[in-house]
């Protein structure tokens, strides 16, 4: 095991939950967690037997890693307020720049996980991609060996790259999941249960694991079957937005096999 | 193990194929697959130890089942061929009418698989939702029988259910791999793997497995986070299709959630 860090966790909400607990297990010391007001930090360190704060002009000076996994919007004005010389800091966002975090210390980075995390659900850290990115040798050296302590996947990424990711990210699991939604609700108005589909989607997932999703391509639009797409529109008549969408990505399914 | 059927495959496509052998591992005698010329029909006949015809009018007559598992179009005129009397035949279409069959016997009905088939894939039938429909008592009895032997999970639908089913799945798996093949195409701009993206994709699937895909929706649309969407409809700018399918499904999650 390499040497553990003491590492400060700003925020106390879902992510940070889930990286703390994958920290701790990695043997590393969280010595402090804050959020605003403490309420939230208070429970968190109480599971990962640490210190909290409320105050942000209270956060410890003496860790070498500081994680800030807040709000977007408030990842630039938190890591204003902590005035460190050269200890780490970083963020965790797919789409914030690294360089909003500049003030907060001369090395400086970004440890972005690519999952999606619920209070729910625990999630593997192992199976995690983590994407680094950083400012220095410093910041590089130690955000490799933390996140290659909690994730077998880790990847040094671009700003451009991060920002693709995340891009590709909001396709691959919203809009999926969104595509979901539209099918519970579809069989809803039918009195059917979206557990008939369970095992569709999962399948759907499997698939892509071992084959790219451009040959994994089925349905109406992928075979040109024109009668089936117009029967669907059909149906969906009565919701002008839910046939926008079917005929916005019946013929997006239809160009992108064309450019093939 | 209840009464063996002697059944005929009308096609030998990817779904004849997983068919074929899920039936005759649970115990029933394929005798004969068809194929429009014969050739795909051998093939598979031969690992179904079963006799194959490409003639439509050498079709035998003493099976009790008849699945017609061609494509949609040409149900009808296949099935108009068949020339039987009370045996049953079904099709095996998501959204194709039971009553094309109609000529064909006096006992019609239809065994709908919710599941995506690939040639390459294994599936595993047990967990094959299989939707059926049918004209009389002896024709439900059969098939309820019939695929209760492959199936864990067979459901009794309406032509209205069977054709919101089919609707549902297009977006649930369809449309899904469509987004997985977007992310695909803006990482690999980027020059980054599709790999990196499989355990969300995973994740995603698998949230919804225990919870409603309503509850498990999250991303920029879901949490209004206009800034990060205006920067991703930026990163989109040369690509005004990609960009109209972000702003359709943003707006379509924005909107979803209001009626919760």
Redesign the interface.
């Known amino acids: 095991m390499a040497k553990k860090e003491n590492i400060v966790l700003v925020g106390a909400g879902n992510l940070a939950t889930h990286l703390g607990i994958a920290l701790k297990r990695s043997g590393h010391q969280i010595i402090q967690v804050y959020s605003p007001g403490g309420k939230t930090a208070r429970l968190l360190a109480k599971t990962l037997g640490a210190e909290s704060t409320g105050e942000i002009k209270k956060i410890r000076k003496d860790a070498t890693l500081y994680i800030i996994a807040v709000k977007?919007?408030a990842i630039e004005t938190v890591s204003g307020e902590l005035h460190l010389k050269d200890q780490v800091v970083v963020h965790t966002s797919g789409?914030v720049k690294m360089n909003v975090l500049k003030k907060s210390s001369k090395n400086i980075g970004v440890l972005y996980p690519?999952?999606?995390f619920?209070k729910?659900?625990k999630?593997d850290f192992k199976?995690?991609?983590l994407?680094l990115e950083s400012n220095s040798e410093a910041a590089a050296g130690l955000l490799a060996k933390v996140a290659g302590s909690i994730s077998g996947?880790i990847?040094a990424?671009s700003s451009?790259?991060r920002?693709?990711?995340?891009?590709?990210?909001?396709?691959?699991?919203?809009?999926?999941?969104?595509?979901?939604?539209?099918?519970?609700?579809?069989?809803s108005?039918?009195?059917?249960s979206?557990d008939?589909?369970?095992?569709?989607?999962?399948?759907?997932?499997?698939?892509?694991?071992n084959?790219?999703?451009?040959v994994?391509?089925?349905?109406?639009?992928?075979r040109g079957?024109l009668?089936?797409i117009k029967?669907?529109l059909k149906?969906?008549k009565h919701d002008k937005?839910l046939r926008?969408?079917?005929q916005?990505?019946s013929a997006?399914?239809i160009?992108?096999d064309k450019k093939l």
Do not use: W
Request: glycine fraction near 2%.
């Open positions: 977007d919007d789409s690519l999952q999606t619920s729910s659900q999630t199976n995690v991609p994407c996947h990847q990424v451009e790259q920002r693709a990711l995340h891009l590709s990210a909001v396709f691959a699991c919203n809009f999926s999941n969104h595509m979901y939604r539209i099918a519970e609700l579809i069989l108005s039918e009195k059917m979206f008939l589909l369970k095992p569709l989607i999962m399948e759907t997932a499997e698939k892509v694991q084959a790219s999703p451009s994994m391509q089925t349905g109406p639009a992928a079957d009668k089936t029967a669907h149906l969906l937005k926008s969408i079917y916005l990505l997006s399914i160009e992108t």
